[in-house]
């Protein structure tokens, strides 16, 4: 199998959103090998920190949270989209005339996956793209911009997918990875009762 | 497909080496809804937390960090065998009459999968037990402990394995799995440079 590390390295100098300073890691040696040979560390991350899954929690007060995601749902096949040429938000008529069927995982690469800084201007999905999108019935959507929108009022794109079930993926680095089909595996971890998760997450793409 | 999360959950509350407090992790939401819509939480844990995969250089100045894992050996067939009946360590002895080849990863469920506290006599793999399994030349071996051994000066069992390249799991959830073979997923955060990492483990079992 072929492996595509579609995730954001966690460090101290990553892109933040909006360049927040409360957004960066921490991260703490807290034993080094001069004390019984052992090295060890702790990191403070903000739960939306580089590639990351959002949950409805997020946005909606009585939302789910990311300890009861369908992991079922995020170990699956997935569609690669280019999307590099536009430069504005992805909108139903970026969509429609794309192969995009019941029970798809589409993810979305654009300028985003070029832009080692964090661009105020990043492509995100429009409201009528996310109302496209639920209608056919996705179960989930990925960007790679550090949040699926941007600048609309009430965060319609969000409420739009979480209302249909369809889950967020964020901060996907999808420079190297050509349009096609995937395997996608992109797990949270088990933090009980949050908003968000950082993953590690993978396209496999087998022989 | 049938899917077996195999994690631990991380709250402010859950089983810590040692039950050092330091350890423990830390919570904190740092916006609430009635701030524009929006809910967001950061964390604070020790790499070390729960369920997760240990790198090289946890153990060893020279060790290589949990970024540069290979991904592709983290995707895998493994092989979960039961180990409940013992109370001391997994010594080659135990190991020895069971079908272990080269190339496995090798899951141990014991007692500790049973105990939601820590306790100090926590089932371990001996420094005999990794010299057996180096010697077969797995790559990978997981135990339901919080540690891979204990109380052995100078971690041979750690030693013995990253010489050898083989990676440590430590902290899995086994408890309601079967013993059998499975497909394991269990990827690291990509944290820079650092010693571990918490992950989502699962397992597979396909139709």
């Keep these: ?38 090295r060890e560390s702790s990191i403070t991350l903000d739960v939306h920190t580089g590639t990351h899954l959002d949950a409805p929690l997020h946005m909606q007060a009585d939302g789910t949270t990311i300890d009861t995601m369908a992991l079922e749902q995020l170990i699956t096949r997935c569609k690669v989209f280019d999307f590099t040429h536009l430069d504005r938000g992805i909108s139903k008529g970026d969509l429609d005339h794309h192969k995009i069927e019941k029970g798809d995982v589409v993810l979305f690469k654009t300028r985003n996956s070029f832009e080692d800084f964090f661009n105020p201007e990043f492509i995100y999905l429009e409201e009528s ?53 995937y395997e996608l595996i992109a797990l949270p ?19």
Tied chains: 1, 2.
């Design 129 to 181: 793209g996310a109302k496209y999108l639920t209608g056919i019935g996705i179960k989930g959507v990925g960007t790679d911009g550090l949040g699926i929108e941007r600048a609309q009022p009430g965060h319609p794109t969000h409420h739009t997918l979480f209302n249909s079930g369809v889950y967020v993926l964020e901060g996907l680095a999808l420079k190297d990875v050509p349009v096609g089909e």
């Design 189 to 207: 971890l088990k933090l009980k009762g949050l908003d968000a998760s950082p993953v590690r997450a993978v396209l496999i793409e087998r022989d």
């Design 1 to 38: 199998m072929k492996l595509y590390d579609i995730t954001q390295t966690i460090d101290e100098h990553m892109t933040v959103y909006k360049n927040k300073a409360e957004k960066r890691p921490i991260i703490n040696v807290t034993r080094t090998h001069n004390v019984g040979g052992v």
